[in-house]
Each structure stands twice: as structure tokens, then as C-alpha cells.
């Protein structure tokens, strides 16, 4: 009898020892609250729908010091009017949505389109919702129906309807028809082929 209770003894302590602590080897806030793949959702205010999401990847962290929403595989975004007609689209490689601030950083090939024609071109662009403004420190190249302006720096208002660009380095003014076609007007060097939309 005393030699089972002893082999009991030592059989608990060796599954004590046996024991690990996960929760003291994991960071909380290293770790997303929420994945979500191959994402569509409308993301809407005062119950009216104002912007359509698209991503592969979608994740949010809420326990970092400054949350966000990370979309590391690309993110296409469209913009609606109260009529529900798309006004805007936004499309980046990459990007981060700081949901407290209510900044969108977007990076890579980020491209945006305003309705009718109008093309916007850079590599980082920054979005802030409650003071509505776009701006970049970046190069940044615009197409509109009339011209084609590049330079660095760009400020807009968010629906891009009264912008400048910070150092233009160059305007010209276009023939659509010519430069859709993809042929330069006649003095001016061929604009950079936009970078395709990407397939989310």
C-alpha cells in the first residue's frame, strides 16, 4: 500500500513538471484579434454604405499601443456617393488603416481613380478621415482630361477636388484621344504605363 501511494506521488510530480505554461510565452499583442481571407465588405456610416473593401488578407490588431487594420496582400477600395455611384477607387499593394487616428497609410503601387477620367500615381499615400485630406511626401504623377502634372509632395482635400502638388517638376497638356491610345503628345516624353489593378 505505501509503495503505491509513493509511485502515485512521483507519477503527479512528474506530470507537474511535465506541465507547460503557454500563456506566459505568448505576446497578446503581437498577435491579430482577427484574420479574415478573401475579403468584400462595405463599410458604412450614420447607416449609409460609403466605401467597399477588397482584400486577400485582412487583419486587426487592437492591442498595440496605436491599433490598426493591416492589409499586407493588397487592398482595392471604391468610394460611393449617396447615390450609391462610385465616385472613387483606391488600390495599393499594401496597406494599414490606424483605426483610432483614422489615418490610412497605403504603399507600393498605389493608384487612385476620381470619376470621370481622372488617374492618381504613387508609392505612399496617406489618408486622414476626420480632417479630410490626402497627402504624400512622394512622387506623384496625375493624368486629368486636359494634363499630365509629376512633381513631389501632393495635398488634395479627400475627394479630390481641389489639390496641388507640392514640387511640380513638369506639365504638359494632353491630347486625350492621342494619350489614351498611348501615344505622347508631340513634345512630351510617354507617361509611365499605370500599373494594373490588382486581381484581389
Known amino acids: 500500500m505505501v509503495t503505491m501511494l509513493l509511485l502515485l506521488v512521483a507519477v503527479t510530480a512528474c506530470r507537474d513538471e ?4 503557454v500563456a506566459s510565452k ?19 456610416d450614420s447607416g449609409v454604405v460609403q466605401y467597399k473593401i477588397v482584400a486577400p488578407l485582412w487583419t486587426v490588431f487592437e ?14 477600395l471604391q468610394k460611393y456617393d449617396p447615390y450609391f455611384h462610385v465616385v472613387a477607387t483606391v488600390a495599393a499593394d499594401s496597406a494599414r488603416f490606424f483605426s483610432k ?16 477620367k481622372d488617374l492618381f500615381q504613387t508609392s505612399q499615400l496617406f489618408w486622414d478621415q476626420r480632417k479630410g485630406k490626402i497627402y504624400s511626401d512622394s512622387f506623384i504623377h496625375i493624368e486629368t482630361e486636359t494634363h499630365v502634372l509629376e512633381g513631389l509632395g501632393f495635398e488634395s482635400d479627400d475627394r479630390l477636388t481641389s489639390y496641388r502638388v507640392v514640387k511640380p517638376q513638369g506639365i504638359f497638356p494632353v491630347n486625350r484621344q492621342d494619350f ?9 516624353a510617354p507617361a509611365p504605363a499605370p500599373s494594373p ?3 484581389l
Do not use: C
Not at 18 to 21: E, F, G, L
Not at 26 to 44: D, E, L
Not at 68 to 75: A, E, I, M
Open 180 to 188: 489614351s491610345s498611348g501615344s505622347p503628345a508631340p513634345g512630351q
Open 197 to 199: 489593378t490588382p486581381k
Open 101 to 116: 487616428l483614422k489615418i490610412w497609410r497605403l504603399d507600393g503601387h498605389v493608384e487612385m481613380t476620381k470619376a470621370p
Open 63 to 76: 492591442e498595440v499601443d496605436t491599433p490598426y487594420w493591416s492589409f499586407p496582400k493588397g487592398l482595392y
Open 26 to 44: 505568448v505576446n497578446p499583442k503581437g498577435m491579430p484579434m482577427m484574420t479574415t481571407r478573401n475579403v468584400a465588405t462595405f463599410i458604412s
Open 18 to 21: 511535465a506541465k507547460v505554461d
